[in-house]
């Protein structure tokens, strides 16, 4: 494979300090975590996701949540004093993270927005997240993330069908 990408990602956990191991893995489109966590070798539930929503102001936001769960997007809502929360359209969620769906990252991102986390995933040792481009994670333990972001915590995880 070839050389793991340098992206606005990398460089905020390697200007904060913060050790993080890189993966590469071969993309595939609408894979989501279940490819890169077939593809790493790990559980999908370390494989974490980046998801771009809005509030019912159109405000964006941030919700990191395991790869084998789901948002409920009304329990955020109501965790977050919002009236609703949909995910972005892509080409919004781009602009807004400057990363592209499939590829987006919570660090590092084009404009500062809220970010929320399923607060288990700070019960973990280790996760993957994705490193700011398609097939690309960095590896990092979940209490890193509070020195680079400032990650409001939630419970708001439904288990997938």
């Known amino acids: 494979m070839s050389k793991a990408p340098s992206t606005p990602a990398t460089r905020l956990l390697k200007q904060a300090g913060i050790p993080f191991t890189e993966h590469l893995y071969r993309y595939e489109e609408h894979g989501g975590t279940k490819v890169s966590a077939r593809e790493l070798g790990v559980d999908e539930h370390t494989v974490i996701k980046t998801l771009v929503m809005e509030d019912d102001r159109a405000a964006p936001l941030i919700i990191l949540m395991h790869g084998d769960r789901e948002v409920s997007t009304k329990e955020l809502a109501r ?3 919002a009236k609703s929360v ?3 359209k892509p080409e ?3 602009r807004h993270s400057g990363y ?3 590829g987006t990252s919570p660090l590092g ?3 500062a927005m809220p970010i929320h986390a399923e607060a288990t995933i700070f019960d973990l040792d280790h ?3 994705n490193g700011g481009s398609r097939g690309f994670l960095v590896g990092l333990e979940p209490k890193d993330l509070d020195q680079v972001l400032m990650v409001n915590r939630v419970n708001v995880a439904i288990f997938q069908a």
């Open 92 to 94: 919004v969620a781009h």
């Open 127 to 129: 996760i993957y997240l």
């Open 79 to 81: 965790q977050i004093g």
């Open 109 to 111: 991102t084009k404009k």
């Open 100 to 102: 592209l769906v499939g």
């Open 86 to 88: 949909q995910p972005c």
